[in-house]
């Protein structure tokens, strides 16, 4: 069974690694080019047959200050400035440790990844994300995450590292010290390998696929459209328990409340951002958009059918069709397109009356620059949507689990009492990152934050330790 611990005293094993490393996305692959320039052999573990993981699901943008990106754009930023804004985002919930370490190590992770690997990054500086207080993030030319990890291994195999794909990872082999000693890897044709290594890094994502987790920390999704990738089964959360690691902020999540329905395509939040809003099937808008995208995902899923649309307009759409996503929904036939407010109600299926009344409510405040009954403040995106306007039926989605393995400043596992187990380290959705318990303690990118920054800290460390 998958997630299982074994417990011997004398293993053996069909092959020995300096380091492993268990998930080939952004975190695995990250921590793999750290261990491997720290002087270390590392062997990735992928259940897929090709690395794709969350990442490749995400817009593959990694939040940082203090960037030559940035002050290309004459962006002054920097590490307390990010470091605030998490505080700010999580209500002083996360581990403020975890939180310093990532904002002070985001930008040389993403100036690391540029100049050693040649990933080419440029910022995104033609609109802001909710809770930044400035434009940070950093992404490749197609704005999408399954680049990011193209390009993540390309840069592996073209410094030899190890890859092992369609092998399944069901138990880690540790001694009675709690000390990994290795791990069995099932085949596609049932086959079981014992690999022995000197340190492991978890980089298998949380739970959001594992719908008894869900259900047990995240009650208010479990039902919810789950738009992850499918091996986020939970076996880090599992094998940390087993092992008597703590585990922290399981309530934690990224949901989203832009997934366009039914294409199951997303769509960018810089519709909502720029001054779209969100209204309901009657036509009416229900929330503060401007609260963040992962607190959409429950916003839309209590609306009637669990159903909202995305309101916006040409100009805005052009903003948006820097992102791959984008383009496919318009490409599937997901974006409505209208030249005024009742003509796309009636394309919507929504009461024109009340739909029209929506409208006509957020344009007057925009023109005061004023605030609305739901305390969007309108004065940071005053322009008026004007035809041709569009729209897209969305719903909301459970993206990721933000809670997982507590981690140090260098990314090895805690138990209960702060210790580190001995050789066990854990990045991205494995380990616990900053957003706090909640869904509005997520903060656009801490997904890839933690993927990025504290994969690198797993590899360089995990490879010290196994030396």
Same mark, same amino acid.
């Not at 809003?277 to 839309?300: C, T």
């Not at 990152?433 to 903060?443: C, I, K, R």
């Given at each position: 069974?998958?997630?299982?611990?074994?417990?011997?005293?004398?293993?053996?094993?069909?092959?020995?690694?300096?380091?492993?490393?268990?998930?080939? &996305?952004?975190?695995?692959?990250?921590?793999?080019?750290?261990?491997?320039?720290?002087?270390?052999?590392?062997?990735?573990?992928?259940?897929?047959?090709?690395?794709?993981?969350?990442?490749?699901?995400?817009?593959?943008? +990694?939040?940082?200050?203090?960037?030559?990106?940035?002050?290309?754009?004459?962006?002054?930023?920097?590490?307390?400035?990010?470091?605030?804004?998490?505080?700010?985002?999580?209500?002083?919930?996360?581990?403020?440790?975890?939180?310093?370490?990532?904002?002070?190590?985001?930008?040389?992770?993403?100036?690391?990844?540029?100049?050693?690997?040649?990933?080419?990054?440029?910022?995104?500086?033609?609109?802001?994300?909710?809770?930044?207080?400035?434009?940070?993030?950093?992404?490749?030319?197609?704005?999408?995450?399954?680049?990011?990890?193209?390009?993540?291994?390309?840069?592996?195999?073209?410094?030899?590292?190890?890859?092992?794909?369609?092998?399944?990872?069901?138990?880690?082999?540790?001694?009675?010290?709690?000390?990994?000693?290795?791990?069995?890897?099932?085949?596609?044709? &049932?086959?079981?390998?014992?690999? &022995? $290594?000197?340190?492991?890094?978890?980089? $298998? $994502?949380?739970?959001?696929?594992?719908?008894?987790?869900?259900?047990?920390?995240?009650?208010?999704?479990?039902?919810?459209?789950?738009?992850?990738?499918?091996?986020?089964? &939970?076996?880090?959360?599992?094998?940390?328990?087993?092992?008597?690691?703590?585990?922290?902020?399981?309530?934690?999540?990224?949901?989203?409340?832009?997934?366009?329905?039914?294409?199951?395509?997303? +769509?960018?939040?810089?519709?909502?951002?720029?001054?779209?809003?969100?209204?309901?099937?009657?036509?009416?808008?229900?929330?503060?958009?401007?609260?963040?995208?992962?607190?959409?995902?429950?916003?839309?899923?209590?609306?009637?059918?669990?159903?909202?649309?995305?309101?916006?307009?040409?100009? +805005?759409?052009?903003?948006?069709?820097?992102?791959?996503?984008?383009?496919?929904?318009?490409?599937?036939?997901?974006?409505?397109?209208?030249?005024?407010?009742?003509?796309?109600?009636?394309?919507?299926?929504?009461?024109?009356?009340?739909?029209?009344?929506?409208?006509?409510?957020?344009?007057?405040?925009?023109?005061?620059?004023?605030?609305?009954?739901?305390?969007?403040?309108?004065?940071?995106?005053?322009?008026?949507?004007?035809?041709?306007?569009?729209?897209?039926?969305?719903?909301?989605?459970?993206?990721?689990?933000?809670?997982?393995?507590?981690?140090?400043?260098?990314?090895?596992?805690?138990?209960?009492?702060?210790?580190?187990?001995?050789?066990?380290?854990?990045?991205?959705?494995?380990? $616990?990152?900053?957003?706090?318990?909640?869904?509005?303690?997520?903060?656009?990118?801490?997904?890839?934050?933690?993927?990025?920054?504290?994969?690198?800290?797993?590899?360089?460390?995990?490879?010290?330790?196994?030396?």
């Amino acid at each position: 069974m998958s997630g299982e611990v074994l417990f011997e005293d004398a293993p053996r094993f069909d092959a020995e690694v300096p380091v492993a490393i268990i998930g080939a &996305g952004a975190a695995g692959l990250t921590a793999a080019l750290a261990a491997r320039e720290a002087g270390a052999e590392p062997l990735v573990l992928e259940r897929d047959p090709v690395p794709r993981g969350s990442t490749s699901l995400s817009a593959g943008l +990694i939040p940082a200050a203090g960037t030559r990106f940035q002050r290309a754009h004459g962006i002054a930023d920097d590490a307390a400035a990010f470091a605030a804004d998490l505080h700010r985002k999580a209500h002083g919930k996360a581990d403020p440790a975890l939180v310093e370490t990532l904002a002070a190590q985001a930008g040389a992770t993403v100036e690391w990844l540029a100049d050693r690997f040649g990933l080419p990054f440029s910022l995104v500086h033609d609109f802001d994300y909710p809770g930044h207080s400035h434009r940070r993030m950093h992404g490749l030319p197609s704005r999408s995450g399954a680049e990011l990890v193209d390009r993540l291994r390309s840069a592996a195999e073209a410094r030899g590292i190890a890859l092992l794909t369609e092998a399944r990872v069901t138990t880690l082999v540790a001694d009675r010290a709690r000390r990994i000693r290795g791990l069995i890897a099932e085949r596609p044709d &049932g086959a079981r390998e014992r690999i &022995g $290594c000197g340190a492991l890094v978890l980089a $298998c $994502c949380g739970f959001g696929a594992n719908k008894a987790l869900v259900a047990r920390h995240i009650p208010a999704l479990a039902n919810a459209l789950y738009f992850g990738h499918p091996g986020n089964e &939970g076996e880090a959360v599992l094998w940390g328990e087993a092992l008597g690691a703590a585990l922290r902020d399981l309530t934690g999540h990224q949901g989203h409340g832009s997934v366009a329905h039914p294409q199951g395509i997303l +769509i960018t939040w810089a519709v909502i951002m720029e001054g779209g809003f969100q209204v309901n099937l009657r036509g009416e808008r229900f929330w503060n958009e401007a609260s963040g995208y992962s607190e959409a995902g429950e916003a839309v899923l209590r609306q009637p059918e669990g159903l909202a649309f995305d309101i916006f307009d040409a100009r +805005i759409a052009a903003i948006a069709r820097q992102f791959e996503d984008f383009r496919s929904a318009e490409a599937a036939g997901a974006v409505l397109t209208a030249d005024s407010p009742e003509a796309l109600a009636a394309r919507m299926r929504v009461p024109a009356d009340a739909f029209a009344a929506t409208f006509a409510a957020v344009e007057a405040a925009k023109r005061a620059g004023s605030a609305d009954r739901f305390g969007r403040d309108w004065s940071r995106t005053p322009a008026p949507l004007l035809p041709p306007l569009h729209a897209v039926r969305v719903t909301g989605a459970l993206f990721h689990t933000q809670g997982g393995l507590a981690v140090d400043r260098t990314a090895r596992v805690l138990r209960p009492d702060g210790t580190p187990l001995p050789n066990l380290f854990a990045a991205g959705g494995a380990a $616990c990152g900053v957003s706090g318990p909640d869904a509005s303690g997520y903060l656009s990118g801490n997904g890839l934050l933690s993927a990025t920054v504290l994969g690198r800290l797993a590899g360089e460390n995990a490879a010290r330790l196994a030396a």
